[in-house]
């Protein structure tokens, strides 16, 4: 785990908070309920934290099976994200 967006494809840095939709705002796509758990390619999994969200590019399975843990239970929004491997660092 350590892909993360923190701008998007204008340049522009992400807020501290809501960050799905600062994404969507560029282009990004909310992942429909039944291909939640399935692997896609530009995947984001952005991560409720508490004081900040996190952008996370899932680019493998084995990552978005790491942000799918069952046992952690900070809310999360799945994204299909067209930008996301040429922005993740």
Known sequence: MGKYINKNSK???APAYGKAA????DGAEIVESELKGVFQPNLVCVVNNGPFDA??????EGEMEAFNDSGDYRPKTWLIYPHA???AN
């Open 11 to 13: 340049g522009e840095s």
């Open 22 to 25: 600062f994404l969507i705002a």
């Open 55 to 60: 952008a996370a590019y899932a680019y493998s």
């Open 85 to 87: 491997e040429k922005l």
